[in-house]
């Protein structure tokens, strides 16, 4: 990857979107880019489904699933199939961020989930899972230099159980109602679902949760008097040194002003990762209104929310290059979600999640 691709010098971690319609796989092993967000979304849902298993801290599962999106960056999925490189980011993420597990027991469960078999008693010993073990170990190498050894991962889920714990401690309890609890369920399940979409090598943690909040403000606002877009217009020039001490929510209302305020991000940012969530959830539409009860309402309104206008067409990197259409029109055809690989394709939206009412949670207590 070129450096002049990075976004943010003070880190590397943080692309231009135009980096992910040249990642190594599409470059090197020429894979699709429809192909490479799918891979990359049900290894991130595979990371999830094996750490709920292994009972590690969700912190432990957003950290791998960010070390999955890095590895990417700099390897191809041609190269390193997304269950084992999954493995590495599960085993490396639990020693990183305090809650270790052994490797026989994460190549047990991974092994358990991607070939749909129970998993090995305690006591006995395949030489099937001898190879996840020694497959995840040395592949753990290769994740180490392709991260520098740089571990630090900030979450959007702390942030945002920031914005909401100081909800609460600046407004009147009888000023809060079951639409501001519904408002923080689905900011977290967003925020969940962010990680299956590159948004973190992509956009500040601050921003993307700035993002999740704004989505949920945008469904549970009533009544939807003005979009998305007028609402990022209105927060022009409000960015300033001073960080997250500008907001107040004394009167028990917050709106996308207060959280742009409280992140201290930068609207035209803010949009463009608002842009890729709902394109993601375009991408994959068709699919999860298969799946369970509880998720096609939450899709449903997701779906109505209005595009905000992008800074550039790199940013629809979900949806198909039309010669000749309006970058940011919705015309723009969307990505159609498929396996590629004989097996069905699943969900990969969140089940919903319930904000922490307390930072325990994402200190490794959950």
């Given amino acids: 990857m070129d450096s002049k691709e990075i976004k943010d010098t003070r880190s590397q971690w943080l692309f231009d979107p135009g980096a992910l319609w040249k990642t190594p796989s599409i470059v090197f092993s020429s894979i699709s880019r429809e192909r490479e967000l799918l891979d990359r979304a049900r290894g991130v849902e595979f990371i999830f489904r094996v750490g709920v298993q292994l009972q590690i801290s969700l912190t432990a599962m957003l950290t791998a699933a960010t070390y999955f999106h890095r590895f990417y960056m700099r390897y191809s999925f041609g190269d390193f199939h997304r269950v084992e490189t999954a493995g590495s980011c599960i085993f490396l993420s639990t020693k990183i961020e305090e809650c270790g597990r052994k490797v026989r027991d ?40 392709a991260l520098c050894f740089d571990f630090f991962v900030q979450h959007p889920h702390a942030l945002l159980s920031d914005l909401f714990e100081r909800l609460h401690k600046d407004c009147d309890p009888k000023d809060l109602n079951e639409k501001h609890f519904t408002l ?45 877009q007028e609402r990022l217009s209105e927060c022009s020039g409000l960015i300033s040194s001073e960080g997250n001490e500008e907001a107040s929510f004394h009167n028990g209302n917050i709106s996308i002003i207060d959280a742009v305020k409280f992140f201290n991000v930068q609207p035209s940012e803010l949009g463009d990762a608002i842009v890729v969530l709902l394109d993601f959830y375009h991408f994959q539409a068709d699919y999860i209104k298969t799946t369970v009860d509880g998720q096609v309402e939450f899709l449903d309104q997701i779906l109505q929310v209005a595009y905000p206008s992008p ?51 994402m200190n490794g207590q959950d």
């Fill in 311 to 361: 800074s550039s067409h790199e940013v629809h990197f979900y949806r198909k290059n039309i010669p000749g259409t309006e970058p940011g029109s919705q015309q723009l055809e969307t990505l159609k979600l498929s396996s590629g690989d004989g097996d069905t394709p699943t969900h990969l939206t969140s089940d919903g999640g319930q904000t922490p009412k307390d930072s325990q949670a």
């Fill in 184 to 228: 923080q369920d689905y900011a977290w399940s967003i925020a969940n679902d962010s990680l299956r979409t590159p948004l973190c090598i992509l956009h500040s943690s601050s921003t993307i949760a700035a993002a999740c909040f704004a989505i949920a403000h945008a469904i549970v606002e009533e009544p939807k008097h003005t979009t998305l």
């Fill in 106 to 145: 994460v190549a047990n469960i991974c092994m358990s989930k991607a070939q749909g078999i129970p998993p090995v008693p305690h006591e006995e010993e395949t030489p099937e899972l001898i190879r996840w073990q020694t497959k995840i170990l040395a592949n753990e190498e290769t994740l180490l230099e």
